[in-house]
């Protein structure tokens, strides 16, 4: 195997390929990469057992062949060399890379020792603008659990449903959903977060193509492959707590409310962050005390309609999902003091966040 390629292309796509090497693992072929060069390209894979990943780019192939080698090596060696282009040549079982001035000489594995790859699925399910993809993603991954014993709830449920497709993650006490109109076959499957982090998002309109069937996904776009097993569910009943009635509907700012929120959160219990929202039509009175730090309070502008009610908020929750809105504004819409609110971008029906709220004894 003899072949150059260009530094940038090949250090854009192991910065790709190289995050799914797992960071630790008894297994340690799976920090290994393959390379093949064949037919004008370079071909290069890596897994975790869970994913599998194949990217293809342009090379300058002088001489076919097939190595399996060490994945972030290659990158740190691409990442620090000066020069342009880099060329390699396997001789027996050392990858011989010689970039500018520099050379290296790197041992490598038989290739037949990388796990077989899983057939790709045949059947497809959908495609999708990688820009839609992201901002789905983007508005719901961060709630998902990180809790290990709830496996269901460690993914991303994609569900396709009465042409609407929806994003779902939860963690138990709040629950993110996106959805976008989509008309193509109904179904579910729950995959593994890590799987986006292999999705390039630099153009926004190229498609993605989704394949499913038999436990495992596929996707296919631009120079990628990815195979992906499936999270066994079920996944948790959302639909069923979701609220539809409430007694109360807040428009606020979401500066102002992420403001206060970090202010008065300040005094809080480190631990649950409890901060009490006294809704009125004058506002929003925010409260917060603790024994050993102290007590707080802040009174910020709202337009609220509905009864006076008095609820306990996690405030890192409600922070961080305001992180994730694009919005200048936010509502939330209240049922009880002790049943689940609902939080969302002003004016983006497609998008909302359900919150439950904290149970404090001895409260007012």
């Keep these: 195997m003899e072949f150059k390629i ?43 057992l869970d994913i599998f990943i194949k990217k293809v780019i342009p090379a300058e192939i002088k001489d076919t062949g097939k190595v399996l080698i060490p994945g972030k090596k290659i990158l740190e060696i691409t990442r620090e060399t000066n020069a342009k282009e880099i060329g390699f040549k396997l001789k027996e079982l050392n990858l011989q890379i010689s970039a500018g001035n520099a050379h290296f000489n790197i041992p490598s594995l038989d290739h037949q020792e990388f796990p077989e790859v899983p057939k790709f699925p045949e059947k497809k399910w959908f495609d999708i603008k990688i820009g839609e993809i992201q901002g789905m ?6 709630m998902v659990a990180k809790d290990i014993s709830r496996r269901p709830m460690n993914g991303v449920l994609v569900q396709l ?26 179904g579910e499957i729950i995959v593994a977060p890590k799987l986006f982090d292999l999705v390039g998002y630099d153009n926004p309109d190229e498609m993605i193509e989704l394949f499913s069937e038999e436990r495992m996904l596929g996707l296919k776009f631009a120079d990628t492959t990815v195979i992906a097993r499936l999270i066994e569910g079920p996944y948790p009943n959302y639909e069923g707590v979701i609220p539809k009635t409430f007694v109360g509907n807040c428009t606020i700012e979401k500066d102002i409310l992420d403001g206060a929120l970090k202010r008065v959160s300040l005094v809080s ?21 603790s024994p050993d730090i102290g007590e707080a309070k802040e ?18 929750y409600i922070i961080e999902i305001l992180r994730h809105v694009t919005t200048s504004e936010v509502v939330m819409q209240l049922t009880s003091q002790s049943t689940a609110a609902l939080l969302g971008p002003k004016a983006q029906e497609n998008i909302l966040y359900l919150l439950m709220p904290l149970r404090i004894e001895g409260w007012e």
């Design 299 to 316: 009174e910020i502008p709202c337009v609220y309609e509905g009864e006076n009610l008095a609820i306990w908020f996690n405030a890192s």
């Design 269 to 289: 219990s480190p631990h649950i962050k409890n901060v009490k929202f006294d809704y009125s039509s004058g506002g929003i009175v925010l409260s917060a005390s």
């Design 137 to 142: 993603v983007e508005s719901t991954i961060f």
């Design 6 to 48: 260009g530094k940038g292309a090949l250090e854009k796509t192991l910065n790709s390929v190289v995050r799914i090497i797992p960071p630790k693992s008894t297994y340690t072929v799976l920090q290994n990469i393959i390379l093949e060069a064949k037919d004008k390209e370079l071909s290069i894979e890596a897994t975790d």
């Design 161 to 186: 449903k009465e042409g609407e497709l929806k994003f779902v993650t939860t963690d138990g006490a709040r629950l993110a959903m996106c959805r976008a109109e989509k008309k193509e076959a109904s």
